[in-house]
Nanobody, 116 residues
């Protein structure tokens, strides 16, 4: 089983950048698909970005393509989400998730607030 802890959230002005980190503990991380999701107040949780175990394949929601970049370091058991050109509509709690074939494990989330 894998435990996930997010960090790096905060308050930023529109147009700014933040880098979220997700630290994993436990076995199996290096073979897991990993991803970031977000949930804004009053909205459903939505997929943001995903990355295969090798890091060679990445996937993004249309709303963040060209602005966000997901990456991973299997040796450090870390997943990152670099967020650039942030918009007020990116405000949400961001969750790290992962698993062997689907997103079975979830972190507690980190708040990202983008002011206009």
């Amino acid at each position: 089983q894998v435990q996930l802890v997010e960090s790096g959230g905060g308050l930023v002005q529109a147009g700014g950048s933040l880098r979220l980190s997700c630290a994993a503990s436990g076995r199996g991380f290096s073979s897991y698909i990993m991803g970031w999701f977000r949930q804004a107040p009053g909205k459903e949780r939505e997929f943001v970005a995903g990355i295969r175990w090798s890091g060679g394949s990445t996937y993004y929601a249309d709303s963040v393509k060209g602005r966000f970049t997901i990456s991973r370091d299997n040796a450090k058991k870390m997943v990152y989400l670099q967020m650039n050109s942030l918009k007020p509509e990116d405000t949400a709690v961001y969750y790290c998730a992962g698993g062997p074939s689907k997103y079975a494990y979830w972190g507690q989330g980190t708040q990202v607030t983008v002011s206009s």
